[in-house]
């Protein structure tokens, strides 16, 4: 008798986190991640509603790029044999800010081929948004001499 109404209750409970995950979505920086050669990028999406996400399966990609992976995790642990050869070993999820429902993923090192349109995707819950790193040379900033700085191929993230 209590067994039965406990089930009834997880049921209901389940029908009710279910109805919530219908309105969760992900949040993404609206403005580029401007960068230089070489340094450490962090990119950071966050889920609105947050949730504990620590025990979804969460993709970065390269949506410019046949959204090719750039990191992944998935039942509590980062995954590299999707990776972009690219990103092998350069990148680290902070495990810790998932139970606040932000993803947040650091890049080292940056190249300019990191450059480009990056999504952020939790599938469980169909949430997805995109963001834009730019990563501009080095050496740029001496003979350009102006204090904002320009992408090296304008549009390529519009
Ligand atoms: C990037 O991170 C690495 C490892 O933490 C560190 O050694 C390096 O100094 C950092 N580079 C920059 C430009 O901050
Ligand atoms: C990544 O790190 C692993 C373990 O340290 C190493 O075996 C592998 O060669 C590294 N891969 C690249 C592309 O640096
Ligand atoms: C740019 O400025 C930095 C720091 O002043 C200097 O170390 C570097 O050599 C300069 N690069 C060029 C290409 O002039
Ligand atoms: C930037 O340009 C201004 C005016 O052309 C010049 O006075 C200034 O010295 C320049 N700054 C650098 C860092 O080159």
Do not use: W
């Not at 008798?1 to 389940?14: E, F, G, K």
């Not at 993709?59 to 972009?84: C, E, I, N, W």
């Not at 429902?101 to 081929?113: E, P, R, W």
């Amino acid at each position: 008798m209590r067994r039965n109404m406990t089930l009834s209750v997880v049921l209901v409970l389940m029908t009710f986190t279910e109805g919530i995950t219908a309105i969760h979505h992900v949040t993404c920086p609206a403005e580029p991640i401007q960068a230089r050669e070489d340094d450490n990028v962090t990119l950071q999406c966050r889920l609105v509603p947050p949730v504990d996400l620590r025990r979804y399966i969460l993709d970065f990609t390269r949506a410019d790029l046949q959204y090719k992976v750039v990191h992944t995790y998935q039942d509590g642990r980062d995954l590299s044999y999707p990776q972009m050869d690219q990103y092998r070993n350069r990148t680290t999820l902070i495990h810790e800010d998932l139970i606040q429902g932000t993803m947040t993923l650091k890049i080292y090192s940056v190249q300019m081929s990191d450059s480009g349109r990056y999504e952020c995707y939790v599938p469980d819950l169909t949430a997805y948004c995109t963001l834009c790193l730019t990563v501009v040379r080095k050496d740029q900033d001496n003979r350009t001499n102006t204090t904002t700085i320009e992408p090296e191929k304008p549009g390529k993230c519009l």
